[in-house]
């Protein structure tokens, strides 16, 4: 049986004719979480975009396991500025559906991933009254509180201080334990070191 979550085979993608990506292989299971480094404009955020599906290849393929579910945290985000949201709120956006109403179960893991990314008591101040840092953790909470299989956060931790990005380095680590598939973008090579796999671009 194939065991893959997410694979991408022979992928090549142009922004404009100008090319950017050229025959990326990689597959990422279940349970194991993969790094991609390299340096700026090398193309990780492209293949994370192609990877969540926001954007479809030039050529080649790729191919997420059906029925799984998928969070992204772009690494481009001062679109939501323009919103008057609160931290709460942005946070409680990561578990909206339009099935229902959120639940207890969708507020107790609001709660529990703010206490764990220590955003807690700005709860009621607005997203764009943070901090970088601040409003990163922000931003890694509505990721992280999505029930998801598979995880692409683009460089989740560069805003971060050494304690916050511990914090969300030991998050992704239990995720992954519990079966679900992360893919990261990074420039930090200890916290590549920490993943199995690394793709440098
Ligand atoms: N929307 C766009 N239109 C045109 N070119 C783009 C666009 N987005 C990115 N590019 C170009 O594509 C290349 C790859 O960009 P990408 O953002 O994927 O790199 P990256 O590896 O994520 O870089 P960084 O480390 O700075 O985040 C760069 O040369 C960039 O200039
Ligand atoms: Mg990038």
């Known amino acids: 049986m194939n065991s893959d979550v997410l694979t991408a085979e022979h992928v090549g993608f142009r922004y404009a004719g100008v090319p950017v990506l050229h025959d990326v292989n990689l597959r990422v299971g279940s349970g194991s979480m993969l790094a991609l480094t390299g340096a ?29 579910r998928l969070a992204l ?13 609160t931290v709460a709120e942005c946070v409680q956006i990561g578990r909206f ?10 507020r107790a893991s609001v709660a529990t991933i703010m206490q764990r990314l220590d955003i807690a008591h700005l709860a009621r101040r607005r997203l764009r009254e943070l901090s970088g840092g601040q409003r990163q953790r922000a931003l890694i909470a509505q990721a992280l509180v999505q029930d998801a299989d598979i995880y692409v956060l683009d460089e989740p931790t560069a805003a971060l201080d050494a304690r916050s990005r511990q914090g969300v380095q030991e998050l992704l680590a239990e ?11 990074s420039h930090d090579p200890a916290e590549a070191a920490l993943v199995e796999r690394t793709i440098r671009l």
Do not use: C, F, W, Y
């Not at 559906?97 to 969708?106: C, E, F, P, Q, Y």
């Not at 995720?175 to 973008?185: F, M």
């Open 40 to 68: 700026n404009g090398s193309g990780k955020s492209t293949l994370l975009h192609l990877l969540a599906g926001v954007e479809q290849p030039a050529e080649g393929s790729i191919h997420r396991r059906p029925g799984t």
């Open 175 to 185: 995720r992954v334990l519990a079966g679900a598939t992360v893919v990261i973008a």
């Open 97 to 106: 559906t339009l099935r229902r109403r959120l639940n207890r179960d969708d």
């Open 73 to 85: 945290l772009p690494q481009r985000t001062s679109d939501i500025d323009a919103l008057p949201l």
